[in-house]
């Protein structure tokens, strides 16, 4: 069965500090990646998506870079984070053929 | 991507069936529709998708009409751990097959 794991679950971080989030995902070859962020009581925004290694797609423009440096493994970084970046943020993956996306547990993070 | 209305919150009881209406109008020919869950501080969980008339799994059904340009997500004898935010999905199954997801619907299951 497929897995994926996102961590850290919670993360406090200081206004300009850089960030670096891991999701990777087992069980599976060459799925689409995604992430996306959610602030409180809003819906979900996507980010970036990934069709291969190598391969990103940034939706919007931001302080926020990912990188998928193996095929079952998407990182999302910045360099200096800014209060604005405080969220729930959400790795997800797409199985070929099918449009199901499986979502992994999120990490909340907020900047101080 | 299909934008997608439905309503902001609804409220029902235990053992109650719930019906969320979700509008379309400018859905694609080649638009999936499909319905997720997601509960507080979870990510969201797929619940059904359809292409058109009745898909019925065990956890809800979704009723599709022939134009297309509605759905409407029927959870029968709705539990307090129904209560979620629901969102409603289109988009088609090709390329990029990234989700845009609004606000959703806040359904709140009364004891």
């Known amino acids: 069965s497929q897995t994926i794991h996102q961590w850290p679950a919670t993360l406090v971080q200081p206004v300009g500090s850089p960030l670096s989030l891991e999701c990777t995902v087992e069980?599976?070859?060459?799925?689409?990646l995604y992430w996306y962020r959610q602030a409180a009581g809003r819906g979900l925004q996507l980010l970036f998506y990934?069709?291969?290694?190598?391969?990103i797609s940034s939706e919007v423009p931001q302080n926020l870079s990912a990188s998928r440096p193996q095929d079952r493994q998407f990182i999302l970084s910045s360099k200096k984070l800014l209060l604005s970046d405080s969220g729930f943020y959400l790795c997800?993956?797409?199985?070929?053929?099918?449009?199901?996306?499986?979502f992994g547990p999120g990490t909340r993070l907020t900047v101080t | 991507l299909a934008k997608t209305t439905q309503p902001i919150s609804m409220d029902s009881y235990e053992g109650q069936e719930v019906n969320i209406t979700c509008s379309h109008n400018?859905?694609?020919?080649?638009?999936?529709i499909t319905w997720y869950q997601q509960f507080p501080s979870q990510g969201p969980r797929f619940i059904i998708q359809?292409?058109?008339t009745k898909v019925t799994n065990e956890v809800a059904s979704l009723f599709i009409p022939a134009d297309r340009k509605s759905s409407t997500l029927s959870l029968p004898r709705v539990s307090l751990s129904d209560t979620a935010v629901y969102y409603c999905?289109?988009?088609?199954?090709?390329?990029?097959?990234?989700?845009?997801f609004g606000s959703g619907t806040r359904l709140q299951v009364q004891p």
């Open positions: 997800a993956w797409t199985r070929t053929p099918a449009y199901e996306q499986y």
């Open positions: 069980g599976t070859s060459n799925p689409n």
């Open positions: 990934s069709v291969g290694i190598g391969q």
């Open positions: 400018n859905i694609a020919t080649n638009d999936y």
């Open positions: 359809g292409y058109k």
């Open positions: 999905l289109v988009a088609a199954d090709t390329g990029r097959r990234a989700l845009t």
